[in-house]
């Protein structure tokens, strides 16, 4: 995966800089009806524009990525979908919106996490707070060919300007390459069998049913919840009657929550618990779901989901998605994801990412030696830690998400003594959080800033005549922002191995792909990935699969010696990986 700006972040990174040349940047900004393309030469500037009719445009950018270019444009969500329905791919691109994201907020300061890596932007060297084009874009054509180039202009400043431009680069490639495997995972879909799925539904609600009517299994618990609650007109789809018939039949329940609903002791809590679980499977995948998001088999293959998938969609940089529900798919579902005739379903599972990555970025070697292998939590009881493996992932979780109470706070002691320095790490972050600060992941993704509303609870708790219950609700809030800034530099740095694990793996199945087609990523939910290959395939995906994240790892952080785990099968059905 090559950074942008033409410089690697590591000489011994997959695609070294000696097999591009010189870096070529080819702009795509709108321009009339069709665009204007830009080609920039880092050692000459600008040498060559035209323009291109829309229609034009695919066999253009087919022709001109023979020669590796880097596409700079405004939205690969806009824009790649057009392309890949002419069958045309790129390798690699520069996502403006998304770049512009992480530099506005690239902002002065020192990380938290440890004294392992410094500062990431000096005074100044942040995209200025001031609104650009980017910030209230409706539709790419709103934007003018001059107003792209000037955005782009400004960002390589941003980045050219941090103490560690290769970082920044580094995650500016990622989030981008990120933004083209998205696009490519919606354009290509996951295999989904639509009779599998309807007998799953089937044998779980019963036959399908008229619309606006409730399943039979669904209605046949509905009749047994009125008569435990007696409530013959009860909608048990409605919380708020649901309360008051509860309520009136002796049970005191806050809520209709199944935590809370779990504990109580009554005849109608196991019908009210199973309705409840059939009626979130029916309302997220159900058949309506099914109607709306698995488009019909054609050509010999099998049926295919294509969600929306949101780079970047989380503060972390985690993926969300807008619509699809992708990232949620039950298990009761997933016999239905079932790979094409010929082709098999290679799946990939990163074993416990958070506190590798969390050894890596801290540069502890006690973690880090607990890592050599492919559980990290049976490690801490084999090192005597702890007493069992449970209380492994317990004591782990709660110095990441910050437990102090409960079993979580009474192991937390002994990890503290085992990794002074990974815990020190977290531990920075939550202060760093508590006094309002940003952190930063290992790479320069910058936390957001408390709300104005927390700044003011803190600002009047620190008065000498403050009142009793604003500095409680001070100390609570300052707390609360501790427990997201600790968690904040993990999770959002295990975000950006992710993206060079996917980016590195798409890379790799190209060179292995033959006659009979190219294996290709068509699932990715934050340390897992599905990839759809050619049956006689399996083995060199699988072995990419596992190249690919110690290339990751290498390219993040060097030759610390942390090992990236994965559990990697070969399946029919995504069923058959659990």
């Not at 008065?463 to 922002?481: F, G, K, M, V, Y």
């Not at 952080?557 to 099968?569: K, R």
């Amino acid at each position: 995966m090559e950074a942008p700006g033409g410089h690697a972040a590591r000489a011994d990174r997959g695609c070294p800089r000696e097999n591009y040349a010189l870096q070529v940047d080819i702009l795509v900004a709108p321009s009339g009806p069709g665009v204007r393309l830009t080609t920039l030469d880092e050692g000459r500037g600008e040498v060559a524009a035209g323009e291109v009719s829309m229609d034009l445009l695919p066999g253009r950018v087919a022709a001109l990525e023979v020669d590796r270019p880097r596409w700079v444009w405004t939205d690969t969500s806009a824009l790649y979908p057009e392309l890949l329905r002419a069958g045309v791919r790129v390798e690699r691109c520069f996502d403006l919106r998304l770049c512009h994201a992480i530099l506005r907020h690239a902002i002065p300061g020192r990380t938290t996490a440890a004294d392992a890596w410094a500062a990431h932007v000096t005074p100044g060297a942040g995209i200025d707070a001031g609104p650009t084009l980017l910030d209230e874009l409706t539709t790419v054509a709103d934007i003018d060919p001059a107003a792209v180039l000037e955005e782009y202009a400004r960002q390589q400043v941003a980045v050219q300007g941090s103490l560690e431009p290769g970082r920044l680069r580094l995650l500016l490639a990622a989030e981008s390459a990120g933004a083209l495997i998205a696009a490519e995972m919606k354009h290509d879909g996951l295999p989904w069998d639509l009779d599998v799925h309807d007998r799953q539904l089937a044998a779980m609600l019963g036959p399908r049913p008229r619309t606006g009517t409730r399943p039979a299994r669904l209605e046949e618990l509905a009749t047994t919840i009125r008569a435990h609650l007696a409530a013959p007109a009860l909608n048990p789809d409605s919380p708020a009657e649901l309360l008051r018939a509860l309520r009136s039949a002796g049970i005191e329940a806050r809520t209709t929550r199944k935590w809370e609903l779990a504990d109580v002791d009554h005849p109608v809590i196991a019908p009210l618990l199973e309705y409840k679980r059939l009626s979130r499977l029916l309302t997220a995948n159900g058949w309506v779901w099914m109607d709306t998001w698995i488009r019909p088999p054609e050509d010999g293959r099998r049926g295919r989901f294509h969600p929306d998938y949101v780079p970047g969609g989380v503060v972390t940089g985690r993926w969300a998605t807008s619509g699809g529900g992708a990232l949620a798919l039950p298990k009761q579902i997933r016999s239905a994801v079932v790979a094409d005739p010929g082709w098999k379903l290679v799946v990939a599972d990163a074993a416990q990412i958070e506190p590798r990555v969390l050894a890596a970025m801290s540069r502890d070697e006690q973690l880090a030696r607990a890592s050599q292998g492919a559980d990290l939590y049976q490690a801490l009881v084999e090192e005597g830690i702890v007493d069992t493996r449970a209380h492994a992932k317990v004591a782990m979780l709660g110095a990441l998400y910050g437990a102090t109470t409960g079993e979580a706070g009474l192991l937390m002691p002994r990890l503290l003594r085992a990794y002074p320095k990974a815990t020190n790490a977290v531990e920075q972050a939550a202060r760093a959080g508590e006094r309002g600060e940003v952190v930063r992941t290992w790479l320069g993704r910058t936390s957001p800033l408390p709300s104005a509303t927390w700044h003011e609870v803190q600002g009047r708790a620190s008065q000498p005549d403050a009142e009793p219950t604003d500095q409680r609700l001070a100390r609570q809030q300052a707390r609360d922002w501790g427990r997201f800034t600790r968690n904040f530099v993990v999770q959002g740095t295990a975000a950006e191995w992710a993206l060079c694990w996917m980016a590195e793996l798409r890379r790799r199945l190209l060179a292995i792909a033959d006659d009979a087609g190219t294996p290709h990523l068509v699932f990715f939910l934050h340390d897992e990935v599905i990839v759809h290959s050619p049956a006689h395939l399996t083995q060199g995906v699988e072995a990419a699969i596992r190249d690919a994240a110690q290339s990751a790892g290498g390219l993040l952080f060097g030759t610390f010696p942390v090992e990236f785990a994965l559990d990697v099968v070969t399946v029919d059905s995504y069923d058959e990986a659990a």
